[in-house]
């Protein structure tokens, strides 16, 4: 099984210089391919491919404005022009939307090297155009005799340094088959809503942390351009943004983990769909960028574990429709948390109703595809169940 392991490092002054200088390279390139791609993209809706983009970087780097564009390893490059590709065949299978421009604040640094530019003797790192290897706070310990395929190096808000090794871990190993199946709701007062009634809040001090993250901001935008306390304002603004995806992945990652161990299929609704066609924006308490990382958590523990994640991307009327009857309400609006089926007087939560539609139509969804593994019985609560 693949699995990342990520640490700490401290670049020399000149390691730092060079990965800055690649950071930049690889923003610039995928920008410049993006605007490419979009012309070709808007024009005449044609799907430029990766080696078309590979070709137009290999003509950059021979003109003399982005002559510089050699002085860094040509694989991150390569590497940033394939994320974009699968950022664009996420956009046309319909499960993400267009791909955005790398900004130099709001985008995190970031540079991908594969095999070919990286030395890996004895647990010591080397990059490419580097002489010495990277100083790396084994903080946990990677599994003996790997070698890692992929090395990815990044730079937080805070300027902390990091390095994600991508090996072939053997310890991950499939858990024992359950019953239990699970339908999650991206609620509207909680993170999420499972069907079993039960909903789970953000990570404790969330709301203290944006609150300091509010007035840190504030702070910063009294300062004087250019001057020492902006940038002392600046780096505390990033400390503080560090912070709270620290522990927003924290317990993104507990959570993901939880309901994988805990039930055999996990059942989510595709919220790009949703967005795609609602009018107006669900006010949710998970972000489009957490409930993501969530799904992509969910995904990867989903295969480590034998497990499996479902997607239900057909949308329906998940918060309109009663679980228990099927009805149709005609409206909902968000107010409305708690509401009684006209049809079934069913006393319905909002969330959890939700949920536990989600449950069905993943539930429907996978019989009609792969015939009746999943079996609906030995499902605690599939109807009207508020434990
Ligand atoms: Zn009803």
């Not at 800055?20 to 391919?33: K, M």
């Not at 404005?65 to 940033?80: G, K, M, R, Y």
């Not at 993901?256 to 059942?267: D, F, G, H, Y």
């Not at 972000?287 to 574990?305: F, G, N, T």
Request: charged share 30%; hydrophobic share 35%.
């Amino acid at each position: 099984m693949k699995r990342s392991f990520k640490y700490r490092f401290y670049p020399s002054p000149q390691q730092a210089e060079q990965l800055n200088r690649t950071f930049g390279c690889v923003r610039l390139v995928y920008n410049r391919a993006l605007e490419a791609r979009s012309r070709k993209w808007k024009v005449d809706r044609h799907r430029s491919s990766y080696a078309q983009t590979s070709a137009w970087l290999t003509e950059w780097k021979r003109t003399d404005d982005l002559a510089f564009l050699n002085e860094v390893s040509a694989v991150p490059l390569q590497q940033t022009l394939r994320h974009l590709q699968a950022a664009f065949a996420g956009f046309w299978e319909r499960r993400c939307g267009y791909p955005r421009y790398k900004s130099k604040r709001r985008s995190r640094a970031s540079a991908e090297y594969t095999r070919s530019a990286f030395r890996w003797r004895d647990g010591h790192l080397t990059l490419a155009k580097m002489d010495a290897p990277l100083d790396i706070v084994w903080s946990r310990p990677l599994p003996t005799d790997v070698e890692p395929s992929t090395v990815t190096v990044s730079r937080d808000a805070a300027g902390r340094w990091y390095v994600s090794l991508l090996v072939e871990d053997p310890t991950v190993q499939a858990l024992p088959a359950l019953d239990r199946v699970v339908g999650v709701d991206a609620g509207i007062t909680s993170l999420v809503t499972l069907s079993t009634g039960e909903k789970i809040a953000n990570p404790r001090h969330e709301q203290a942390d944006r609150r300091k993250l509010a007035k840190a901001q504030r702070n910063l935008s009294r300062k004087e351009k250019g001057s020492a306390n902006r940038a002392k304002a600046q780096a505390r603004v990033g400390r503080i943004h560090a912070r709270v995806a620290d522990r927003r992945r924290d317990h993104l990652h507990k959570l993901s983990t939880r309901l994988v161990r805990e039930n055999q299929a996990v059942i989510i609704e595709d919220l790009s769909v949703r967005n795609l066609l609602r009018n107006h924006r669900m006010a949710r308490v998970i972000s489009d960028a957490a409930w993501s990382e969530l799904r992509r958590m969910l995904e990867y523990k989903a295969v480590w574990y034998g497990r499996a994640v479902i997607v239900v991307d057909r949308w329906f009327p998940s918060s309109k429709t009663c679980s228990t009857c099927g009805r149709i309400n005609p409206s909902m609006p968000l107010t409305v948390r708690e509401w009684v089926c006209p049809a079934c007087h069913t006393e319905h939560d909002r969330d959890v109703n939700a949920a536990q539609n989600i449950l069905a139509a993943g539930l429907a969804e996978r019989r009609n595809a792969c015939g009746a593994d999943v079996r609906p019985h030995g499902i605690p609560s599939l109807r009207g169940s508020r434990q």
